[in-house]
Nanobody
Framework: VQLVESGGGSVQAGDSLTLSCASSGRASEIGTMAWFRRAPGKGRIFVGAITRGGDSTGYEDSVKGRFTISRDNTKNTIYLQMNSLNAEDTAIYYC????????????WGQGTQVTVSS
């Protein structure tokens, strides 16, 4: 299974941006999917996740109310809608997935850069 992110770029503070993560290969074996990010000089942190059926999501506190994760299983794709972006959102954003029955995120994309200028 491969995960490929897209949609990153450079925006101004207050703008919106939507990231996509498409899975290929054994996509039917994928369960919960998530977004993580790594800011310059910092470790990778959890941003949010969505269950296989898309019926439940969870978010890190700093993005609650601003970021929304959605999922289209017909396209094997998840999305991260980011609103009211600020400079602290500048990071490389990674898509991750758990295989069904696994408790760990073992599948990772290559990352996409998001840069927010204030």
């Amino acid at each position: 299974v491969q995960l490929v992110e897209s949609g990153g770029g450079s925006v101004q503070a207050g703008d919106s941006l939507t990231l996509s993560c498409a899975s290929s290969g054994r996509a039917s074996e994928i369960g919960t999917m998530a977004w993580f990010r790594r800011a310059p000089g910092k470790g990778r942190i959890f941003v949010g996740a969505i269950t296989r059926g898309g019926d439940s999501t969870g978010y890190e506190d700093s993005v609650k109310g601003r970021f929304t994760i959605s999922r289209d299983n017909t396209k094997n794709t998840i999305y991260l809608q980011m609103n009211s972006l600020n400079a602290e959102d500048t990071a490389i954003y990674y898509c991750a997935a758990k295989l069904l029955g696994s408790t760990q995120y073992t599948l990772w994309g290559q990352g996409t850069q998001v840069t927010v200028s204030s």
